[in-house]
């Protein structure tokens, strides 16, 4: 999958006090360049430094064909994804998601790879996240 970056950030869930604001503002400044036409969007979370726990890139970005290869982002076809339905009746529900996941993992019922992992928000307004999986 191709997708062309319109923003990048690098934080930490736990040690990031301004993870909140950081978030909020990058998605806030790409939605500035999202097509007129309907699209999916993605949050890309990449270059994990460990587990969940520690620093990663965080990506917003939307599908891409171009060759531009500053901006592209290629996330390998050979990926296995667990992916997670967001319940959008939950105000919270992404955040109560990605929590969800975690405790999985904890748990030892989700192996990760942390490689690319996605959140993809459809223009129908159904959010997923696909967590890359061993």
Same mark, same amino acid.
């Given at each position: 999958?191709k997708?062309?970056?319109?923003?990048?950030?690098?934080?930490n869930?736990?040690?990031?006090?301004?993870?909140?604001?950081k978030?909020?503002?990058?998605?806030?400044?790409?939605?500035?360049?999202?097509?007129?036409?309907?699209?999916?969007?993605?949050?890309?979370?990449h270059?994990? +430094?460990?587990?969940?726990?520690?620093? !990663? @890139?965080?990506s917003?970005?939307?599908? /891409?064909?171009?060759?531009n290869? &500053?901006?592209t982002?290629?996330?390998p076809?050979?990926?296995?994804?667990?992916?997670?339905?967001?319940?959008?009746?939950?105000?919270?529900?992404?955040?109560?998601?990605?929590?969800?996941?975690?405790?999985?993992?904890? +748990?030892?019922?989700?192996k990760?790879? !942390? @490689?690319?992992?996605?959140e993809?928000? /459809?223009?129908?307004?159904?959010? &997923?996240i696909?967590?890359?999986?061993?």
């Open positions: 999958m997708l062309k970056i319109l923003k990048s950030i690098r934080t869930n736990f040690n990031d006090i301004y993870l909140e604001d978030i909020q503002r990058i998605w806030r400044e790409a939605s500035i360049h999202f097509p007129k036409d309907k699209v999916a969007t993605y949050g890309v979370y270059k994990y +430094s460990s587990n969940y726990k520690g620093d !990663y @890139t965080l917003i970005a939307i599908a /891409d064909d171009s060759n290869s &500053e901006t982002l290629n996330i076809d050979d990926i296995n994804y667990e992916q997670f339905q967001v319940d959008l009746k939950d105000e919270l529900g992404v955040i109560n998601t990605w929590k969800k996941i975690w405790k999985l993992e904890e +748990s030892g019922e989700l990760r790879t !942390y @490689t690319y992992d996605f993809k928000y /459809d223009p129908n307004g159904k959010i &997923e696909f967590i890359a999986i061993a």
